[in-house]
């Protein structure tokens, strides 16, 4: 079946540097990706969207200077975390959407950041 | 925009009982859809089941089967023979056909032997 590759599975930095995660459609073309954060037993919060080729779309409240976010081609978007502080630690989950709709929704594996 | 509550923090149940996990929610869509999703302690978002909203039929999948209630809103969860392996987070969550979704609290569920 379909499978989104979300590297790495885990990283830890210092405060102040920045840090890229990745979300990369492995077997189909992902029009659209959904990067989601979720903090220890809570919910997942989606913070942004993002169509290849287009400027992401944030949710309210999510700097998008803080979390950049690209989606240059139909198999790969990053999130990168710039100039992380320590209440930047949280799990990222990116999901993506294959052409078919929602029926072809597929979620990355998710990646635990943690800032020093 | 939707909102999605799970009004249960945390259930548990013996195994090979019945278990069932409430969600309701709200929305301005016509067209939309409701999920819900298993995260083990590995974290991988699993999907469990998908429910289409147009569809009156709820559905099920082996031992996993929804009880939906448009009018009221409602979307639960049923597991019969409950399995150790079954003890995780569960999710319910809703979206439209773009695949944007909005999840729930969660629910941890927790399977005595």
């Known amino acids: 079946g379909a499978v989104v590759s979300q590297h790495p599975s885990w990283v830890i930095c210092k405060s102040g540097t920045s840090v890229k995660i990745e979300c990369r459609s492995l077997?189909?073309?992902?029009?659209?990706m959904f990067w989601y954060r979720q903090f220890p037993k809570q919910s997942l919060m989606l913070m942004a969207t993002s169509n290849e080729g287009s400027k992401a779309t944030y949710e309210q409240g999510v700097e998008k200077d803080k979390f950049l976010i690209n989606h240059a081609s139909l198999t790969l978007s990053t999130l990168t975390v710039t100039s992380a502080h320590p209440e930047d630690s949280s799990f990222y989950i990116c999901?993506?959407?294959?052409?078919?709709?929602?029926?072809?929704?597929?979620f990355g594996s998710g990646t635990q950041l943690s800032v020093l | 925009a939707q909102t999605v509550t799970q009004s249960q923090p945390e259930m548990s149940v013996q195994e090979a009982e019945t278990v069932t996990l409430s969600c309701t929610y709200d929305t301005s869509e016509s067209d939309y859809y409701l999920f819900w999703y298993k995260q083990p302690p590995s974290r991988q978002m699993i999907l469990v089941i998908r429910q289409e909203a147009y569809k009156q039929q709820n559905a099920t999948e082996n031992r996993f089967s929804v009880n939906f209630q448009k009018a009221a809103k409602s979307f639960s969860l049923k597991i019969s023979d409950s399995q150790l392996g079954d003890a995780a987070m569960y999710f319910c969550?809703?979206?439209?056909?773009?695949?944007?979704?909005?999840f729930g609290q969660g629910t941890i569920l927790t399977v005595h032997p």
């Open positions: 969550a809703g979206g439209t056909s773009y695949g944007k979704l909005t």
């Open positions: 999901s993506a959407r294959d052409t078919g709709g929602i029926e072809k929704l597929f």
């Open positions: 077997d189909f073309q992902a029009t659209t």
